[in-house]
């Protein structure tokens, strides 16, 4: 059996940033990745500023083989049921697109930890002064010996489901789909993701240009059919967008736990085993996930190497340590936040204001329309209260980190 200081779940962004902080300080880290490296990852590959800044800091310059085509991203424009489009840039100019196969591979590996791939996670038990690790590889059982555990395996964590086995059934389920097509004709400015606020489209509805392709991503909740919700959309960006694509070549989806950030349901784990990045509920609005995975991450991987200079028990410092990340987080959603501050990288505020009056009144009452269609689901006074009773109550005691 392999003895080590920590297991990390997962060879993602949120398990590089964690792996960066152990190996740094000397920990000796393996990292348990269940696909070959280097591995597909579904994503748009939108970085935001934050994200961007982190990578740069920690693990250098991208590679050119990390980025999609068109290699940069200028920001975010929304559309709305109204045809009001709003553009907005990133603050401090473009961030690459990334090509999650390699950018995710080429992170672990600036990491220095040792990682072992096609072998699943597949339990543990936690004996309280090391975790008895249980994997797969091939078919075959493994076991590690670890004094701690980082669970960073995404959206549909199994080490979140061994510490919490009620969690999956706590949250709200999500699934996203995308489809890819030849482009006939797209007026749709291939320097920006686009996001519909639409009732009618769906949850969430995006498109944009990669590798000489066009992408129509569809989000819904758990159950709904994707072939019809994404015929919906083309059907719709030809007749309001005149954007003519032809039949798609290939698609993909997943399961996704969208919402914990607005509602506050974290998960940071329990004992000797610490839960980061998405699977511990960390999102951003409109689904940027990359910035606050490698924060989160890299916030695990520092309370780890306190707790051991320390001689102090992980949770204590990791829950201290991940409050600001937290934060930062949920006031993405914060409605009198994106009213009255910041908390996005791109300026809304400012972009709204540069519209004419009538326009500006359009846009505000499309997203409050927006808004509303959460009642459909059993989520939405949830969701609308936690929104609503945070900034109201000033905040964060109505938070649930488990
Ligand atoms: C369609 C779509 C589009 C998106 N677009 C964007 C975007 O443009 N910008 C953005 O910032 N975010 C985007 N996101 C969100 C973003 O991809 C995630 O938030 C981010 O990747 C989370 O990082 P992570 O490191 O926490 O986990 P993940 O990136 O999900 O990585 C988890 C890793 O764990 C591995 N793993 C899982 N289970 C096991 C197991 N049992 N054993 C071993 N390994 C395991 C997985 O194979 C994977 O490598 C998008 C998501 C989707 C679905």
Redesign the pocket.
């Known amino acids: 059996m392999r003895k080590v200081d920590v297991i990390i779940?997962?060879?993602?962004?949120?398990?590089?940033a964690a792996a960066k902080r152990l190996t740094d300080a000397g920990l000796e880290t393996v990292v348990?990745?269940?696909?070959a490296l280097p591995?597909h990852?579904?994503?748009?590959?939108?970085?935001?500023p934050r994200?961007h800044r982190f990578l740069l800091e920690n693990f250098g310059p991208l590679p050119r083989e990390a980025l999609h085509e068109p290699t940069a991203c200028r920001g975010v424009t929304f559309h709305f049921p109204s045809m009001v489009s709003l553009s907005m840039d990133f603050f401090g100019g473009t961030t690459p697109h990334?090509h999650?196969k390699y950018s995710?591979h080429w992170a672990i590996k600036q990491s220095r930890a040792e990682v072992h791939d096609e072998?699943?996670?597949?339990g543990l038990e936690d004996r309280g002064d090391h975790v008895l690790v249980h994997?797969r590889k091939h078919g075959e059982p493994l076991e590690y010996r670890a004094r701690w555990v980082i669970g960073?395996?995404?959206?549909?964590?199994?080490?979140t489901r061994a510490v919490y086995p009620d969690y999956p059934k706590q949250i709200p389920w999500f699934f996203?789909?995308?489809k890819f097509h030849d482009i006939i004709d797209c007026p749709l400015s291939p320097e920006y993701?686009h996001f519909w606020f639409h009732p009618g489209l769906g949850h969430y509805t995006?498109s944009h240009a990669r590798d000489g392709r066009q992408i129509v991503?569809v989000?819904f909740k758990r159950g709904d059919n994707f072939a019809a919700k994404h015929a919906n959309v083309v059907n719709y960006l030809s007749e309001k967008h005149g954007v003519k694509l032809k039949e798609h070549t290939d698609d993909?989806?997943?399961a996704?736990n969208f919402g914990p950030s607005l509602i506050n349901r974290y998960v940071f784990g329990k004992g000797n085993v610490l839960i980061?990045?998405?699977?511990?509920g960390?999102?951003?609005m409109i689904?940027?996930?990359?910035?606050?995975?490698?924060h989160?991450?890299a916030i695990s991987g520092e309370a780890v190497v306190e707790a051991r200079l320390r001689n102090r028990p992980v949770q204590e410092l990791y829950r201290r340590m991940i409050a600001s990340e937290v934060r930062r987080t949920s006031d993405q959603w914060n409605p009198l936040k994106i009213a009255f501050d910041r908390p996005h990288e791109a300026d809304f505020p400012a972009a709204l204001m540069a519209l004419p009056w009538r326009e500006r009144g359009l846009v505000l009452r499309d997203m409050w329309r927006f808004v509303v269609l959460y009642k459909e689901f059993k989520w939405g006074r949830q969701i609308a209260s936690a929104a609503l009773q945070r900034p109201l109550i000033g905040g964060y005691s109505m938070m649930k980190w488990q």
């Open positions: 779940v997962g060879a993602s962004l949120a398990a590089a348990l990745e269940r696909k591995r990852k579904i994503c748009s590959g939108i970085l935001s994200g990334l999650r995710d072998t699943s996670f597949a994997a960073a395996d995404g959206p549909s964590s199994l080490v996203v789909g995308q993701f995006w991503g989000g993909e989806g997943c996704e980061t990045g998405q699977a511990a960390f999102l951003n689904g940027e996930g990359k910035s606050c995975a490698l989160s991450g």
